[in-house]
């Protein structure tokens, strides 16, 4: 009798076992009030949806498994994503996907550290990787950004660059980026302005100075202006057309400047930056048609105002799907997570293509989009992908004319 009454005791531990419901709980970081806020829209939407299609695959395994997604909303600025993380901590969030923007982690990392939280990322300043850190970046680190853009200027202005004036925003993202510039390109002067900015005036005064010494010294072909911006680049260009010898010179941008849809948005803006041939970077990967790439896409489109997303709106598709893949396997340590998210990442072909990282937790490949503003038959201005850099040829090739599904795409919507 006993013995009958202790196995039906373990029959009924091990039905509670297997019916228990396993639930992954990640903390999503997203700047809805600061200079990304652009992006915030698209990144909720494709967490949702990430957090959506995992629910439904694991409904069809009949696992008994959820994801759940606590967020935290902040101002852009590395105090609010310090206190966002603290909450989603304190919530229970066993990773935390985000935040956008190097400054924003740079206020998270001693609460990731010290609480031995993962956070998965599409940062990429070089200052904050290092080895076995609390963090995996789905973007390539900036050293294969600045090989992209010396690549490009190369094929497209030759071996003799031009005389370059930066106008950056001063905090980490800008002032580490800024100097990098300097390494590929003739920086002739530097203007920074303070995150926040939407009176350019002085920036603008002491930008213009330069530009027009330049000018007189060299041509205005031979001068180009390279903005280190985010969403703050609209105002800054707006207002830069009241300059006749800002709208003279060639415009570059950097990846926060790239697709950003505060440009197109402004009128003077999207016409400022097509009257000087804005040609902006970004990180991206052509994917097949069918691929989850487009499935985030045209989510993303379909819930907000139809601007094109740029990749920091579907990398957190691949941001959640990689941190549930880890948390599957129940790891009690920072440095087991670390294990599995190398191990998923030497195996896991994302949206945005495969998820391989290096030592740092950057990612290790990655191509590159140069995007130019052009205006359709209707008139209206848009970003199109016009030169592409292949990462693993250490090439950059036109678009026009290539069978490539992500220029078709992008082209004909």
Same mark, same amino acid.
């Given at each position: ?44 939407? #494709? ?91 789905? /973007? ?19 071996? =003799? ?118 040609? #902006?970077?970004?990180?991206? =990967? ?23 997303? /740029?990749? $920091? ?12 893949? =880890? ?37 290790? $490949? ?48």
């Amino acid at each position: 009798m006993n013995r009958l009454l202790g196995l039906l005791l373990v029959a009924i531990l091990l039905i509670s076992v297997v019916s228990a419901e396993k639930q992954i709980t990640i903390g999503a970081i997203i700047d809805k009030s600061g200079d990304t806020a652009s992006f915030a829209p698209g990144i909720e939407t #494709t967490i949702d949806l990430a957090a959506s299609d995992l629910n439904d695959y694991y409904k069809k395994l009949n696992k008994t498994t959820t994801v759940i997604i606590w967020k935290e909303f902040t101002d852009g600025t590395s105090d609010s994503a310090a206190t966002a993380a603290e909450n989603l901590v304190s919530e229970g969030a066993q990773i935390i996907v985000g935040p956008t923007t190097s400054e924003e982690l740079s206020g998270c990392l001693p609460v990731l550290s010290r609480e031995k939280i993962l956070s998965i990322n599409p940062t990429s300043s070089v200052k904050l990787a290092k080895p076995e850190d609390s963090v995996i970046r789905l /973007c390539p680190g900036d050293l294969s950004l600045i090989n992209a853009i010396a690549n490009y200027n190369t094929v497209i202005t030759g071996t =003799i660059p031009q005389k370059t004036v930066v106008v950056s925003r001063g905090d980490l993202y800008g002032l580490d980026l800024s100097e990098k510039v300097k390494s590929i390109t003739q920086v002739s002067d530097t203007v920074i302005y303070s995150p926040g900015t939407r009176d350019f005036t002085n920036t603008l005064e002491k930008l213009n100075s330069s530009v027009s010494s330049l000018i007189d010294t060299y041509g205005e072909k031979n001068v180009c202006v390279f903005a280190i911006s985010i969403d703050e680049i609209s105002d800054l260009l707006a207002q830069a057309s009241a300059y006749p010898n800002l709208r003279k010179v060639q415009w570059s941008g950097m990846d926060g400047v790239a697709l950003n849809p505060m440009i197109l948005r402004n009128e003077t803006a999207a016409q400022f930056a097509y009257d000087t041939h804005l040609a #902006t970077i970004s990180f991206n =990967i052509a994917q097949p048609a069918d691929s989850n790439y487009w499935h985030v896409y045209d989510k993303i489109q379909a819930a907000t105002d139809g601007h094109q997303p /740029c990749i $920091y709106e579907i990398l957190p598709y691949d941001e959640v799907v990689m941190a549930t893949r =880890i948390l599957e396997n129940n790891a009690s340590t920072l440095e087991q997570n670390l294990i599995f998210a190398e191990i998923l990442g030497n195996n896991m072909y994302g949206a945005t293509g495969w998820l391989k990282v290096d030592k740092n937790g950057d990612r290790k $490949y990655g191509d590159y989009y140069f995007y130019l503003p052009q205006k359709g038959p209707d008139g209206t201005i848009k970003w199109v992908p016009c030169f592409a850099y292949l990462d693993e040829l250490n090439t950059t090739i036109p678009l026009s004319g290539v069978n490539n599904t992500l220029l078709e795409k992008i082209v004909t919507k």
